[in-house]
């Protein structure tokens, strides 16, 4: 989940596996896979930032794989 911060001033966490696109027009407009739209505060960039950190987090948490050898 990250968060965004739409135009009202109250953030919001979102599911970033759900995000489609990401649009700035000059507004920021996140499409979803379900197709409803967001309209936030924040740029293109720092959401891009927060999904990168997002899935950082979330593979760092996986164990390697070992391969036994014969």
Same mark, same amino acid.
């Given at each position: ?54 899935? *950082? ?9 070992? *391969?036994?050898?014969?």
């Amino acid at each position: 989940m990250i968060r965004v911060t739409k135009f009202d001033g109250n953030s919001m966490m979102l599911n970033a596996d759900w995000i489609q696109s990401i649009e700035e027009t000059p507004d920021t407009v996140i499409t979803l896979t379900t197709g409803s739209k967001i309209l936030v505060k924040d740029s293109v960039a720092e959401i891009v930032a927060a999904f990168t950190q997002y899935k *950082r987090n979330q593979y760092s948490m996986l164990q390697p794989v070992l *391969r036994k050898q014969s």
